[in-house]
């Protein structure tokens, strides 16, 4: 499942089995843009830990024994940058639209209302109603920094081992002969 909320860890997890758990950091702030109703009892509320785990990014807030999991597929992209409301280095991920459906335990989906600010205008809603594409953003914020850059790389190697089926080629296209073509071409090839 794409995003799910979690109400308990598993034990491996919670154990620090190193098969399973690959990084976890304590003090995150997890920022989601836009802020969704069904997301919300996480966003921006508490600093929370961030698990790394073989199969999925969980980010669990110990005192209200809630969290979320991540399926590595639904993440489009991820990178090391700048938060800007923090002016601290973060883990940005970008979701796919396509594939961030909210589940709760039971496998429920949960609508994906968007909360509106008191800032917004009439104007800002009938120009959302007419745009209805936004980018879902996810913003890990760390205290530690060095840190940081160690859950990237687990994050970047765990995500290697769960490829998009939607992204890999399909054998016509690999046995394309301009495909074929090029691949016989790489013998020659110098780095310059």
Known sequence: MPIKIITTLNEDIK???EEVLKFSEVN????ISPDFQCLNFINNKKNGTLFVTIDEVIYWIEELQKGISIDYN???IHAISSSSEQNKKC???QLDNN????FNENKDILPMDIIKS???TE???EDMEEDEEYVIEFNFI???ELNLTLAYEQITQCAELHPDPDDSMDESEMFDSKYIYLISLLPYCHKI
């Open 15 to 17: 154990n620090g089995i």
């Open 28 to 31: 995150v702030l997890l920022n």
């Open 74 to 76: 639904t993440i489009s």
């Open 91 to 93: 883990i940005y991920m």
């Open 99 to 102: 594939k961030s459906t909210v």
């Open 118 to 120: 008191e800032n917004e």
């Open 123 to 125: 104007k800002d809603e």
């Open 142 to 144: 760390f205290k530690n």
